[in-house]
């Protein structure tokens, strides 16, 4: 594992980013050891520097756009106890956007979390097991408890969402639109937009796969709304969004207005294979 100075380039080059729900991201803590020195004078306060490690001045200034541009995903960083410490002393912008933290043995943080990494410095990207999952929906009810206890509604919103996500990747499609609807329920009484968007999306996928089209299509719609309304620069989500509309919508045998949708998504996405692809046969089912 090398040393990185930045991880939104990593993130935004995975192929199949807007298929995936939770993102274990493992050995980052190599890009803040050149960093560790005895403080000033040599006082002992290791993470008392005048200098911000690259890494984390980076995580800083992108806080919105991880946010803007991966509102769909779930960041879950495996870090030794020192990395930590410097996050919420330098990187305390980021820091503050955490949904939790939580401590587990080492034995556990090796095995458990190595199948679903994307590793600093090398260009592999795994996708976990089921076993990886379930785990994680272990950590994610531990958060929401912790979160209701202390009242923190946006948190909580989070980790319901961030459930359903993880019961989605198992294919626990009911289970998962339960908790994503409870989170959404809460992200909009709260006015969390971008939580709402998400969701939504989220939500429109889990319904896809049970056939709800319509909820599914429905739940679409609103997040595209949404997404035009905050007018996030993130091309790639909104198109897949139509895309997934359009799939709905020639499902149902909708043709004409999944094509619009198709045409929507090519628009923003000229060389979209998928938005082609899938335009060119509703155009074919109608004869054209």
Not at 50 to 64: A, C, G, K
Request: charged share 25%.
């Amino acid at each position: 594992t090398e040393p990185i100075d930045n991880l939104y380039d990593r993130v935004e080059n995975i192929l199949d980013r807007d298929q995936l729900s939770i993102l274990f991201i493992q050995g980052l803590e190599k890009s803040l050891e050149p960093y560790i020195k005895p403080g000033y004078g040599g006082e002992g306060d290791y993470y008392n520097l005048d200098t911000v490690p690259t890494i984390l001045s980076h995580l800083n200034q992108r806080r919105e756009l991880f946010r803007d541009h991966f509102p769909t995903l779930c960041f879950v960083f495996v870090l030794p106890a020192f990395a930590i410490k410097y996050f919420i002393r330098r990187a305390p912008d980021f820091f503050d956007w955490s949904a939790g933290v939580f401590k587990f043995s080492v034995d556990i943080g090796a095995n458990g979390f190595s199948e679903n990494v994307i590793q600093p410095g090398q260009d592999k990207i795994k996708v976990g097991s089921g076993r990886t999952a379930e785990r994680g929906i272990d950590y994610f009810k531990q958060a929401l408890q912790r979160q209701r206890e202390i009242g923190d509604r946006k948190g909580e919103a989070d980790s319901l969402s961030s459930l359903g996500n993880a019961y989605r990747s198992l294919g626990q499609y009911r289970e998962a639109i339960d908790y994503l609807r409870q989170g959404l329920q809460i992200q909009h009484e709260i006015g969390d937009r971008y939580g709402e968007l998400a969701s939504l999306s989220s939500l429109g996928g889990a319904l896809y796969c049970l056939k709800q089209y319509e909820r599914s299509i429905a739940s679409y719609d609103k997040a595209i709304k949404i997404s035009q309304e905050l007018e996030l620069d993130k091309a790639a989500l909104l198109s897949q969004m139509l895309i997934n509309r359009g799939n709905a919508l020639k499902s149902i045998g909708r043709l004409e207005a999944s094509i619009k949708s198709y045409e929507q998504a090519i628009e923003i996405e000229p060389n979209s294979a998928q938005a082609l692809v899938q335009c060119g046969d509703a155009l074919n089912q109608l004869g054209l």
